[in-house]
T-cell receptor
């Protein structure tokens, strides 16, 4: 059974700082890994998707890496801004079905002005 | 191409009533997934459906919960005789299975049982 863990559960940083969010998973036989952003009381916004054959994906100030063999992914946020404050969720798809995912409990990020 | 549409966005039910949550997948998507997010927790998989078929319901509670995805119309998640512990956000996602593009999520339905 796949288990996904995100550390830390909460993180508070001053504006402008670079930061890393961590995600680990127990079963390395994944199909893809996806990072989402969730604002309070809102839905999910997909940030980056990494296929199992890829090592990283980049979008603007965000960079996600994937190390399947060690069961780890990181989300790097450069030059953080108060607007980045949200909960970040990591989701792993562990079958040939791209839609069935196991989610971590998230990291709640607060960026202080 | 509209995204995944869920309605209602907010639903209030009294204990013992029925809750019906609707999900219209993205155009061309025939695979639908339901997830539940309890307060302060991550999303937990409930059920995976294709048109007229339940493929995987390993995350569904054994009683009171059912899901369908008819040939025509939206997917429905039905909760009978709701209890306070059913209060949560219910998210629907759809995908083109096997394409690797991942699933697209709706905005969720927030169910409150009073």
């Amino acid at each position: 059974k796949q288990e996904v863990t995100q550390i830390p559960a909460a993180l508070s940083v001053p504006e402008g700082e670079n930061l890393v969010l961590n995600c680990s998973f127990t079963d390395s036989a994944i199909y893809n890994l996806q990072w989402f952003r969730q604002d309070p009381g809102k839905g999910l916004t997909s940030l980056l998707l990494i296929q199992s054959s890829q090592r990283e994906q980049t979008s603007g100030r965000l960079n996600a890496s994937l190390d399947k063999s060690s069961g780890r992914s990181t989300l790097y946020i450069a030059a953080s801004q108060p607007g980045d404050s949200a909960t970040y969720l990591c989701a792993v798809s562990s079958s040939t079905n791209a839609g069935k995912s196991t989610f971590g409990d998230g990291t709640t990020l607060t960026v202080k002005p | 191409n509209a995204g995944v549409m869920q309605n209602p966005r907010h639903l209030v039910r009294r204990r013992g009533q029925e809750a019906r949550l609707r999900c219209s997948p993205m155009k061309g998507h025939s695979h639908v997934y339901w997830y539940r997010q309890l307060p302060e927790e991550g999303l937990k998989f409930m059920v995976y459906l294709q048109k007229e078929n339940i493929i995987d319901e390993s995350g569904m509670p054994k009683e009171r919960f059912s899901a369908e995805f008819p040939k025509e119309g939206p997917s429905i998640l039905r909760i009978q005789q709701v209890v306070r512990g059913d209060s949560a956000a219910y998210f629907c996602a759809s995908s083109l299975a096997g394409t690797g593009e991942g699933a697209f999520f709706g905005q969720g339905t927030r169910l409150t049982v009073v």
